[in-house]
């Protein structure tokens, strides 16, 4: 209970103290030539992962990090994440410090104050029962990457309540090849117990783990390599999520 308050103080005192920051520096709601787009989208990544990291602390979360040697200082790149929980997205975010948007579920809009944020930045709502939607979506992720925007997205599609990951879905793929970005596959393990486990009623500390991959060349592959390339990045998510499973 106490927990669960906290991070909805975290969250509120945040959103009331950075309203400003967030009003000055928001992309949706104006028209901005690339390069401002992009110093602003980095501004606004900055305080929202100040907020991420709040939550984090305020949920008693434990983190471990590995592989962060295999993240880039700069983007584009397509990071691909395994998906456990609302927890994943602020996960991300205190870890990636590239700053990136976001592609996530329409269901996003109805979260007050987080949805703000996801707004503000820029990032882009999918209807996962939408094949039309679905693909404008893709589209316009790719036209970001090509502009210089990292882009994250879970490409299971939903979340995944075991230790497994559930299927990749191709389209996601479509965001590296299309934009011949990288891709860097990071596996998140345990977020789920921060909350999920508690039929989302109790907020519970847990050791959660990160375990970043290294970037995966998307630029030149074959045609070929480019089909298998979902099978293949799936094993080798698969493993990263083994090496930091309890």
Same mark, same amino acid.
């Given at each position: 209970?106490?927990?669960?308050?906290?991070?909805?103080?975290?969250?509120?005192?945040?959103?009331?103290?950075?309203?400003?920051?967030? +009003?000055?520096?928001?992309? =949706?709601?104006?028209?901005?030539?690339?390069?401002?787009?992009? *110093?602003?989208?980095?501004?606004?990544?900055?305080?929202? $992962?100040? /907020?991420?990291?709040?939550?984090?602390?305020?949920?008693?979360?434990?983190?471990?990090?590995?592989?962060?040697?295999?993240?880039?200082?700069?983007?584009?790149?397509?990071?691909?994440?395994?998906?456990?929980?609302?927890?994943?997205?602020?996960?991300? %975010?205190?870890?990636? =410090?590239?700053?990136?948007?976001? !592609?996530?579920?329409?269901?996003?809009?109805?979260?007050?104050?987080?949805?703000?944020?996801?707004?503000?930045?820029?990032?882009?709502?999918?209807?996962?029962?939408?094949?039309?939607?679905?693909?404008?979506? !893709?589209?316009?992720?790719?036209?970001?990457?090509?502009?210089? *925007?990292?882009?994250?997205?879970?490409?299971?599609?939903?979340?995944?309540? #075991?230790?497994?990951?559930?299927?990749?879905? %191709?389209?996601?793929?479509? /965001?590296? /090849?299309?934009?011949?970005?990288?891709?860097?596959?990071? %596996?998140? *393990?345990?977020?789920?117990?921060?909350?999920?486990?508690?039929?989302?009623?109790?907020?519970?500390? %847990?050791?959660?783990?990160?375990?970043?991959? $290294?970037?995966? #060349?998307?630029?030149?592959?074959?045609?070929?390599?480019?089909?298998?390339?979902?099978?293949?990045?799936?094993?080798?998510?698969? +493993?990263?999520? $083994?090496? !930091?499973?309890?």
């Amino acid at each position: 209970m106490l927990r669960g308050l906290a991070v909805i103080w975290v969250i509120v005192t945040h959103y009331i103290f950075n309203s400003i920051g967030r +009003q000055k520096y928001r992309v =949706d709601n104006r028209e901005l030539d690339k390069e401002t787009k992009k *110093q602003y989208r980095a501004k606004i990544y900055r305080i929202m $992962k100040k /907020l991420c990291s709040g939550m984090l602390k305020a949920s008693g979360a434990e983190i471990e990090v590995r592989g962060k040697e295999n993240l880039p200082k700069n983007g584009p790149v397509v990071y691909m994440v395994t998906h456990k929980s609302m927890f994943d997205a602020p996960l991300v %975010a205190h870890i990636v =410090d590239d700053p990136s948007i976001f !592609i996530g579920k329409e269901e996003i809009k109805k979260i007050p104050c987080i949805s703000s944020w996801f707004n503000a930045i820029g990032s882009i709502y999918i209807a996962r029962d939408d094949m039309k939607q679905s693909l404008q979506v !893709i589209l316009q992720g790719i036209e970001e990457l090509k502009d210089g *925007q990292s882009v994250v997205i879970f490409p299971e599609g939903t979340r995944s309540k #075991d230790e497994s990951i559930g299927e990749l879905k %191709a389209g996601s793929f479509k /965001l590296a /090849l299309k934009a011949k970005v990288p891709i860097v596959p990071i %596996a998140v *393990q345990n977020t789920h117990k921060l909350l999920e486990v508690n039929g989302g009623k109790k907020v519970t500390p %847990a050791k959660i783990y990160a375990n970043i991959g $290294k970037p995966i #060349d998307v630029a030149n592959l074959s045609r070929e390599e480019q089909k298998t390339l979902p099978s293949d990045v799936q094993k080798y998510m698969e +493993q990263l999520t $083994k090496e !930091i499973t309890d």
